[in-house]
């Protein structure tokens, strides 16, 4: 009675990590190629100082908060804020990325 518990128990378990997986992924969801955003992200390192808060835009207005975290690791140290009172920004705008670097702010 005891191992019928154990793997009813286990196959509870595996169907419910399942079950969260598809949930976090979506059915709609497609995968990224994390290594060739990173790259176009880094690319402009030479651009932008070494450390330091930098600002972050996206067309439209809305980020794309995965999109985001992917920019903010490929360049690290730097700090990315959506605020928009920094000297640089990057700007994405679906799929191209750029520098900007802005002109009187204190």
Do not use: W
Not at 12 to 18: E, R
Not at 35 to 41: F, I, P, Q
């Amino acid at each position: 009675m005891r191992a019928l518990a154990i793997v009813i128990f286990a196959a509870v378990s595996c169907f419910s990590a399942v079950n969260m997986l598809i949930s976090v992924i979506g059915p709609e969801s497609n995968f990224t190629d994390i290594s060739a955003v990173e790259s176009g992200y880094s690319s402009l390192r030479s651009y932008l100082p070494e450390k330091g808060v930098i600002g972050y835009e996206q067309a439209g207005g809305k980020i794309d908060t995965r999109e985001y975290y992917i920019a903010q690791y490929a360049l690290c140290p730097l700090v990315l804020d959506v605020n928009e009172c920094h000297n640089y920004a990057i700007k994405s705008d679906r799929g191209e990325i750029s520098v900007i670097k802005y002109t009187g702010v204190k």
